[in-house]
């Protein structure tokens, strides 16, 4: 699911496109892409593109008369920038957004159709739609840490809890773990002053990173390959390669369609982190630790 620097460098590749152009005409692929009903989509045909905005995980287009269409991209939703009026070619496209400069087409793959657009008047509807995180980059330490004590959850889900902290996932709460030295099944409330302070400045820096990198290459093309999966990641993706910290093979964790990703000697003291289906099959004879895990790849 594109998060907080992917949403980013696309706003940076629309804005350079759409803003102050008039949406002339959408097109869709699929009704059942649309969530709403009133202001009915043609309302927004005509009018010129006033902002864009991110909201949590969601793209925020207004147009003219105060109209904002909010698109979320859930898991395979991506867009492509192509010439105006541009086909809506295959299953996969579900909509087309067309300003005389070119088409913004909105592509979901896969079979399941979860992507969604809304069409919304105001800045009160607009709020309604914010799952209601901070924003890590308009709070304190304080703030952030009251955000993620309100239960007691592990990081990794404290993390991606889209009602506590505003565009993080699964790819970058891997990220911001590493850079933090934390165990990804760390309970919040347990977490000391010391490592409070240093999750909030590797969550910032960790998605400054990501931002700048990803803005740069914005500003030169339109971002046509959106993934969660980057050759510069540090840990995310990464299982079974060396640790560009200490050396050592990156572990993870998987459980229904997610994986976690972690360095055990960089993040929990060498110990490896139970895999849910591995660890039933394997029962007793699940390794504790690095030396266990490689003595029972070697049998």
């Keep these: 699911m594109p998060e907080l620097p992917d949403i980013s460098a696309y706003i940076v590749a629309l804005e350079a496109r759409i803003l102050g152009q008039p949406l002339e005409h959408v097109r869709l692929g699929s009704v059942f892409l649309l969530r709403t009903v009133d202001p009915p989509l043609a309302s927004t045909e005509g009018r010129r593109v006033v902002a864009l905005r991110r909201i949590g995980k969601r793209i925020a287009v207004g147009v003219e008369g105060d109209l904002w269409l909010v698109l979320h991209l859930m898991i395979a939703g991506r867009l492509h920038w192509k010439a105006p009026q541009a086909k809506l070619a295959g299953r996969n496209a579900l909509a087309a957004f067309d300003f005389p400069t070119g088409s913004l087409v909105l592509t979901e793959a896969g079979s ?176 504790r630790t690095l030396d266990e895990l490689e003595a029972l790849k070697r049998r």
């Design 112 to 287: 399941k159709r979860r992507a969604s657009l809304y069409v919304v008047r105001g800045e009160q509807a607009l709020h309604d739609l914010d799952p209601g995180g901070v924003e890590i980059f308009s709070t304190d330490l304080e703030g952030f840490r009251h955000a993620l004590t309100q239960e007691n959850r592990t990081l990794k889900r404290a993390l991606t809890d889209p009602r506590l902290i505003s565009g993080v996932g699964n790819a970058y709460s891997d990220e911001i773990l590493h850079a933090a030295q934390l165990s990804p099944i760390t309970l919040t409330q347990k977490l000391k002053p010391e490592e409070w302070e240093r999750l909030f400045v590797a969550t910032r820096s960790t998605l400054t990173l990501w931002m700048d990198r990803l803005r740069v290459e914005a500003e030169k093309a339109f971002p046509e390959k959106v993934t969660a999966f980057r050759p510069e990641m540090v840990v995310h993706g990464r299982y079974g390669q060396p640790c560009p910290r200490c050396g050592q093979k990156v572990q993870r964790i998987r459980y229904a369609d997610n994986e976690t990703n972690y360095c055990a000697k960089c993040q929990t003291g060498s110990k490896v982190l139970a895999d849910r289906s591995l660890s039933r099959l394997l029962g007793s004879d699940w390794p």
